[in-house]
């Protein structure tokens, strides 16, 4: 990316970078007065969690996902990215057997698989999962092209995991972040739904990271739920690899979790800017598709990724290229919206003016 980063720094309205993930808004007040009032953490903090962040999980399980679980089977985490990485290692996959993620897929799956010394399968539909399978990951909606697992997907893809006896695990952290159809006035659903395992979690996990609802990347704080014995057995391996969540944290989570208000308000924040950006990409010949959830538009003129991000670098503009993503996605970019309102308007502006894709 290094020189297309050179080439948009050089437009003389200035670089917008777009390419990135990380939020841009404030953290919440609540939030920073809760961690603020908890920092005289002498003591070691608790590898489970507070007794009150666990009951404020299993409590936002239920109000937001529509999920009965215990608070004693759920963990918090020192965000996300460490558990998707770990987890493999965690749960003593190993060489000889096989970690399954998505086809289009945020990169630390395979990462995590590598780690284990396991095989690294991409495969989306559940019927290719090879017999040695003993983790599953699904990503809902999905980084990077927004998609997103319905009722029956999830349920034929935990019927498939247990059939192979392997785990498997949904990655939900852009749940509150739906925009198209059913998604813009329905829960998108969880892999713990009742509609999909009843209520036996058995051989299932749900992880969740505020970072992106509560603009809490920098805390690090996010948590995972589901079967009892598996969070057992990950909290005994996190206690003696010293994997803690900070006391803080864990105080700025317990707030965090019980005020939906700043959660809406990002939303709004995130729906004013896709409505930006979608029609300017559109007007412009670029393709939008999946993209129904999520923080990400994920769009292609069907060239190779480096073209499209070669023109978006000459209009100041930065993108993700799809080759990030696997070799399924060779012709798209990604482009998030989580950049401020000013820079997305100002991207939208050059978009249109300046017909990315128009030849």
Not at 94 to 104: L, N, Q, S, Y
Request: net charge negative; proline share 7%.
């Amino acid at each position: 990316m290094a020189p297309y980063i050179a080439e948009a720094s050089q437009h003389p309205e200035g670089i917008l970078n777009l390419s990135i993930g990380s939020p841009v808004d404030p953290s919440p007040a609540s939030v920073r007065e809760a961690l603020a009032a908890a920092t005289d953490a002498h003591a070691y903090p608790a590898t489970a969690g507070s007794p009150h962040l666990r009951e404020a999980i299993a409590e936002w399980f239920l109000r937001r996902r529509g999920v009965t679980i215990a608070p004693e089977a759920v963990l918090p985490t020192i965000g996300s990215k460490e558990l998707v990485a770990l987890l493999p290692f965690l749960l003593g996959v190993g060489a000889g057997e096989a970690v399954v993620f998505p086809r289009i897929a945020y990169p630390s799956y395979a990462i995590g698989a590598a780690l284990a010394g396991a095989d690294a399968v991409a495969a989306d539909d559940p019927a290719e999962w090879p017999d040695h399978t003993k983790l599953v990951w699904l990503n809902s909606p999905s980084n990077p092209d927004g998609r997103v697992l319905g009722v029956d997907a999830l349920r034929a893809a935990v019927a498939r995991a247990r059939e192979l006896g392997a785990v498997i695990a949904g990655d939900e952290c852009y749940a509150e972040f739906g925009w198209e159809t059913p998604w813009d006035t329905e829960p998108i659903p969880s892999i713990l739904d009742p509609r999909v395992v009843g209520e036996d979690h058995t051989g299932v996990l749900s992880v969740y990271s505020l970072s992106k609802q509560s603009n809490l990347a920098g805390y690090r704080a996010a948590f995972i739920g589901g079967d009892p014995s598996l969070i057992d057995a990950l909290l005994t391996v996190r206690k003696h690899a010293g994997l803690m969540q900070p006391a803080p944290v864990q105080a700025a989570m317990t707030a965090a979790l019980a005020d939906e208000t700043h959660v809406a308000e990002q939303r709004a924040r995130y729906r004013a800017r896709r409505e930006l950006l979608l029609p300017a990409l559109e007007s412009a010949g670029y393709r939008v598709e999946g993209s129904e959830a999520g923080l990400y538009l994920w769009v292609t003129r069907d060239a190779d990724a480096w073209e499209s991000v070669a023109e978006f670098a000459s209009l100041g503009i930065v993108v993700g290229p799809g080759h990030f993503y696997g070799d399924h996605s060779a012709h798209h970019v990604r482009i998030a919206l989580t950049a401020t309102d000013l820079d997305v308007a100002a991207a939208a502006a050059r978009i249109r003016a300046g017909g990315v894709a128009r030849k």
